[in-house]
């Protein structure tokens, strides 16, 4: 299946906002490494020009997403990655969603990442560090009441969405997303992300959302260090 531009937001993103190095290119076919996450986006519809392009500059390329599902089974079968997660790609192609749901958001600090961390545990403390530190993460709020928060991963794409368990089935979880698609799109992006193919909540979410899901998926794979 062809690969088209909503599976291309991330690689988009990093190449956007200056992060994104581009490590081989060919007709059609390219390799770049984000800066800031150090994951490795590769796309290509040619599974041979794809293979070859990796071989050539993708050795230490630990962490990839390669945008094309059946090219992302060969790199991983043909390069000793040890893990894998195939992924519909979601996109708001939308106007700014309407914020009158009566909860109030503040970006966290330092000082959250304990009760982050103690909530979230999808990603290592490093780098929910390093996601705080770049404010990249939303804590909502009702009335003084904390109900659960929301980011964006280092690489762009929207995710750590967490309600605290007093609060669900209150429409909390769309109400913090729609916060971080208003806040993507004031800064000038398409808000996106991703969702493993078999996460049918997650996938309802995102239609009931607005979001776009991709036809083609891809594939996030990494090697153990």
Not at 5 to 30: C, N, T
Not at 134 to 139: A, E
Not at 170 to 181: H, K, N, S, T
């Amino acid at each position: 299946m062809a690969i088209n531009g909503i599976d291309k937001l991330g690689m988009e993103r990093v190449l956007e906002r200056g992060s994104g190095e581009i490590l081989a290119k060919e007709e059609d076919a390219l390799l770049v490494r984000d800066l800031v996450s150090g994951a490795c986006f590769l796309s290509c519809e040619e599974e041979k020009t794809g293979l070859r392009l990796f071989e050539r500059a993708g050795g230490d390329c630990d962490l990839l997403v390669v945008l094309d599902e059946k090219l992302g089974e060969a790199v991983f079968r043909r390069f000793g990655f040890s893990g894998k997660m195939a992924c519909y790609q979601v996109a708001y192609f939308g106007e700014k969603p309407s914020l009158d749901d009566g909860l109030t958001v503040r970006t966290a600090e330092k000082s959250d990442l304990p009760m982050l961390a103690e909530h979230y545990r999808l990603i290592s403390p490093e780098e929910l560090e390093k996601t705080v530190e770049r404010g990249s993460v939303l804590l909502g709020y009702e009335g003084d009441r904390p109900v659960g928060f929301a980011g964006e991963h280092l690489e762009g794409s929207m995710g750590l969405l967490f309600v605290f368990p007093a609060y669900r089935r209150r429409g909390y979880g769309a109400a913090l997303e729609r916060r971080l698609i208003a806040r993507t799109m004031e800064r000038g992006y398409i808000p996106f992300g991703q969702v493993e193919k078999d996460n049918r909540a997650s996938l309802e979410l995102q239609e009931k959302l607005g979001l776009t899901r991709s036809e083609n998926r891809i594939l996030w794979m990494w090697r153990e260090s």
